[in-house]
């Protein structure tokens, strides 16, 4: 129900608003999006990125079919409505559009990237996140990776999110990868249950940030960087891709 949704929002809302939440996805867009810049968020939940890049200066707004969400972050200020992006005509383009960790939960991720193509100015930019189904974790734990879930409809490669992004008309200009906890790789190894509870995911998500919030974060960014660079091995895929100007 709403209002057992909502409490699980409310319980869970230091973890979706911590600071270093969306400091990697900042960190990329930044190298192609200036701040100032339009940007929607698809799939924004309570709006933890909507805050996060109103912080550095972009014009951010976010949509999500969920109401409770919704609800939750717009009674916080924020800039957000519940809406299909699909089903909805955009007569202002946008200069950027995420869509951070919502290919893998829709049944036709070419349709919402075509609708990107189509709401993006010449010029602008799309970013991406999806698991990474040929990443290090992936490979060692199959199944019981904790990415490979019930809800998740599509898995991505880097080759195949890059072709699917390409093949709508957006040329990618940045390809990367970070995530790797080997504590939770530990734990799934052993559990082999992949469909997480919201405290599971609670303790496995305050676990993640507190390692990148502490001095062990310049170990677990060494390691990211070594499977990033070793092609593309980290747990989650970014993508920056751009619409041609002409």
């Not at 709508?168 to 992949?194: A, K």
């Not at 660079?229 to 993508?239: C, E, P, Q, R, T």
Request: hydrophobic share 45%; glycine share 6%.
């Amino acid at each position: 129900t709403t209002e057992i949704y909502t409490l699980s929002l409310h319980d869970a809302l230091p973890i979706y608003v911590e600071p270093h939440r969306f400091a990697r996805e900042l960190r990329f867009i930044g190298k192609h999006l200036l701040p100032g810049s339009s940007l929607m968020d698809v799939g924004c939940c309570v709006g933890a990125f909507v805050h996060a890049a109103e912080q550095q200066g972009y014009q951010a707004e976010g949509i999500d079919i969920s109401n409770a969400a919704v609800q939750y972050g717009a009674a916080r200020g924020l800039k957000l409505r519940v809406e299909n992006m699909l089903a909805t005509e955009y007569p202002e383009p946008l200069d950027a559009i995420c869509l951070w960790s919502t290919l893998e939960h829709v049944s036709d991720p070419l349709a919402f990237l075509r609708k990107a193509f189509k709401v993006i100015n010449p010029g602008g930019w799309l970013f991406v996140s999806v698991p990474n189904f040929s990443g290090l974790s992936q490979k060692l734990l199959g199944k019981k990776f904790n990415l490979v879930a019930v809800e998740h409809l599509n898995y991505f490669t880097p080759k195949v999110l890059t072709a699917v992004v390409s093949s709508v008309g957006f040329e990618v200009r940045g390809l990367s990868s970070f995530g790797f906890n080997p504590v939770c790789l530990l734990r799934d190894f052993v559990r082999g249950d992949t469909q997480l509870a919201l405290t599971e995911q609670m303790d496995r998500a305050t676990l993640t940030l507190s390692l990148v919030s502490s001095p062990l974060r310049y170990v677990q960014r060494f390691t990211e960087n070594i499977l990033d660079a070793a092609g593309h091995s980290a747990d989650v895929l970014l993508v920056a891709a751009q619409k041609p100007a002409s």
